[in-house]
């Protein structure tokens, strides 16, 4: 069934729909009058809706629904800038369906790509929209927030967290995979988790130094290396993993 979000909204008998989810419910999945669509409210509460009125769309709500679609604690990845337009839209659409809350890109030492000020409101905008979509598609009661920082540092000062790692692609192939391990077996529902990951070509050992220097643990992923955009992913179905799966 589709899923809409309409976060301003509260349940009750007449809720119009914004102009771009009326366009998809109506021109798109061709609605129809009595339909059943679900919908996110206010306070990130999804809704059973029927479909009342196609011009303008117009849904009443039925009853709520209970998910259970978010992880248990809440994740922000913070990548390096990719140089690629493609790997940021990647990151951004995998990581909402694998749970992220926030997903930050930030420049560092070994970053090719430079997102110009004049062009960063658009770029953000666009990666936005590829969150909103997927966290649609996916049933998630929440849309991560895509944002941009200058540097790790911005990250780090702008978003607490109770846990902070970064993806060292050296402790990999030094066979490290305790910090990993313990990091996420330690972690309490409800607490706040921020992984960074290096561009093509990893971070630099002084980016990683300055990081473990302010509280940052440095972990593997396993014993292979990964592409910049496949590392947020693997590292998000671990902590799926731990978080939910494994009781």
């Known amino acids: 069934m589709q899923r809409y979000f309409v976060p301003d909204a509260q349940p009750g008998d007449k809720i119009l729909l914004p102009k771009d989810i009326s ?33 303008p769309a117009t ?5 709520p629904l209970v ?14 800038l990719p140089k690629t337009k493609e ?19 930030f420049d560092c030492q070994r970053a090719v790509s430079h997102w ?29 927030q895509v944002e941009y920082r200058d540097s790790w540092q911005d990250v780090l000062r702008d978003f607490p967290s109770d846990v902070a ?7 990999a192939k030094q066979g490290e995979v305790s910090r ?9 529902g409800g607490q706040h988790l921020l992984a960074f990951f290096g561009p093509e070509g990893g971070l630099s050992k002084q980016e990683v130094d300055q990081m473990t220097a302010q509280g940052v643990e440095a972990v593997g992923l396993g014993p292979r290396i990964l592409r ?20």
């Open 67 to 80: 998910d259970y679609s978010e992880l248990p604690v809440t994740v922000m990845i913070a990548c390096g």
């Open 228 to 247: 910049t955009e496949t590392a947020p992913l693997y590292f998000l179905s671990a902590v799926s993993y731990q978080t939910e799966l494994n009781g």
């Open 165 to 171: 790692v970064v993806a060292w692609e050296e402790s």
């Open 180 to 188: 990993l391990k313990k990091a996420l077996v330690g972690l309490q």
């Open 87 to 105: 790997k940021p839209q990647l990151i951004v659409q995998k990581g909402t369906e694998l749970g992220a809350d926030r997903i930050v890109f």
């Open 116 to 144: 110009s000020p004049s062009r960063r409101a658009k770029k953000i905008a666009r990666l936005q929209k590829i969150a909103n979509g997927a966290a649609e598609q996916s049933h998630r009661v929440v849309q991560p």
């Open 23 to 55: 366009h998809h419910l109506v021109d798109v999945m061709r609605a129809a009058v009595g339909d059943q669509v679900e919908i996110v409210l206010a306070g990130h509460q999804p809704y059973l809706a029927t479909v009342t009125n196609l011009q």
């Open 59 to 63: 849904v009443k709500t039925i009853r």
